[in-house]
Nanobody, 120 residues
Framework: QVQLVESGGGLVQPGGSLRLSCTAS????????MSWYRQAPGEERELVAA????????DYADSVKGRFTISRDNAKNTVYLQMNSLEPADTAVYYC?????????????WGQGTQVTVSS
């Protein structure tokens, strides 16, 4: 059974920090590109950050570059999102995503989401 379980969300003041974690089970984590997405009320889900299976490449949305850092620990089947200098515009539900694409298959898994609220 595939599971992605996010944790670490909460309420933080502007300028503060949070670290999100996503622990995976039920598939070979080290073979998957891992990403964080977010969705604010009334908005479409957007890609925040992604990291390839071997951590060789990371990508970030322009809005979070220099503030957020994605990392992974394949031994722990966990991907992280360190969020610094948080702004009210970062308020959203954050989702963990795992994807593996080959010529024969596309596997795409999602977590249940964790709420991040940035407010004074």
């Amino acid at each position: 059974q595939v599971q992605l379980v996010e944790s670490g969300g909460g309420l933080v003041q502007p300028g503060g920090s949070l670290r999100l974690s996503c622990t995976a089970s039920g598939f070979t984590f080290s073979q998957y590109t891992m990403s964080w997405y977010r969705q604010a009320p009334g908005e479409e889900r957007e890609l925040v950050a992604a990291i390839t299976s071997g951590s060789r490449r990371t990508d970030y949305a322009d809005s979070v570059k220099g503030r957020f850092t994605i990392s992974r620990d394949n031994a722990k089947n966990t991907v992280y999102l360190q969020m610094n200098s948080l702004e009210p515009a970062d308020t959203a539900v954050y989702y963990c995503n795992a994807v593996k694409i080959t010529p024969l298959i596309r596997n795409d898994y999602w977590g249940q989401g964790t709420q991040v609220t940035v407010s004074s």
